[in-house]
């Protein structure tokens, strides 16, 4: 990860799908950006130069019974939007230890109010979510993430590395290296999660940390229904590719068309 270049211009494309089986979808992702003025949404798909502003983009994966998995998503990706705008004036005093602890608390904020629903509502019971974000500033990428949806950094030379730590104990034991690629993805408890926002859990430690890119640099955020479908060599072969429009749907048309057991949902962001 280069530690030279700042990012001065981002381009990014997102798609959700719910998948070939499940009736729900129960993924969400968000992308917006913030200025000393407030919030702005942004489309699927989109070029702007920071130029002031932060950029965001976030993917969660819900759980839970009946549509408490599609909520309890929903609720990971609006919460951001309801704490951000203190953000930025963190980041206008440059004071980068603040976004550590701004993502720390927007994270145990998050899972606070996951729990309260699920003491609160019967149907609200057990919910829980997955949760990773990319915060985007002109010196670096900012991430923070919970649970088993991925954070991927592409180099615009060098190999495609996994950012995030899943949150499972088959992922420990693939960064042990005791377990391959294609051994996590056939292992029975590859799906277990030893973290996640909510779901009862009353333990949770996100992991918060920042990125240096440079132009040409591209990031990938994405549920585990994508990394059901392909493997870490496809993607980074679909990143790659230049291909026909926008690369967060090529990446989930071919997940969907090789699996499509799960929801599947990407956010491409790529910096110049």
């Not at 549920?223 to 059901?228: A, L, W």
């Amino acid at each position: 990860m280069s530690e030279s270049a700042s990012v001065q211009s981002i381009r990014w494309s997102g798609m959700t799908h719910v998948g070939r089986v499940r009736e729900n979808n129960e993924d969400a992702f968000l992308a917006l950006t913030l200025d000393a003025s407030g919030i702005r949404f942004l489309g699927k798909e989109g070029e702007a130069r920071l130029n002031g502003a932060d950029y965001l983009f976030a993917v969660s994966d819900g759980m839970g019974g009946a549509n408490a998995g599609e909520f309890a998503s929903r609720i990971a990706v609006d919460k951001i939007t309801g704490i951000l705008p203190a953000s930025f004036r963190l980041g206008a005093l440059n004071l980068e230890t603040g976004c550590h602890d701004f993502l720390m608390e927007l994270f145990h904020a998050i899972h606070a109010e996951m729990l309260r629903l699920g003491r609160a509502y019967e149907e609200c019971r057990g919910m829980g979510a997955t949760l990773s974000l990319c915060w985007f500033r002109p010196d670096r990428v900012w991430f923070a993430h919970v649970g088993d949806s991925r954070l991927y950094y592409l180099p615009v030379e060098g190999g495609m590395s996994q950012i995030t730590h899943d949150h499972t104990h088959v992922g420990w034991l693939q960064r042990q290296g005791k377990l391959t690629e294609r051994e996590v993805r056939h292992h029975p408890r590859r799906n277990a999660l030893s973290q996640a926002l909510g779901a009862g859990n009353q333990f949770l430690d996100p992991q918060v940390g920042a990125v240096h890119c440079q132009s040409g640099d591209k990031l990938l955020l994405c549920t585990d229904g994508v990394i059901d479908g392909l493997w870490d060599r496809q993607i980074e072969e679909l990143l790659r590719e230049p291909g026909e429009g926008s690369p967060a749907p090529r990446l989930v048309h071919a997940a969907v068309e090789n699996s499509g057991k799960d929801n599947c949902t990407a956010l491409v962001m790529e910096v110049a």
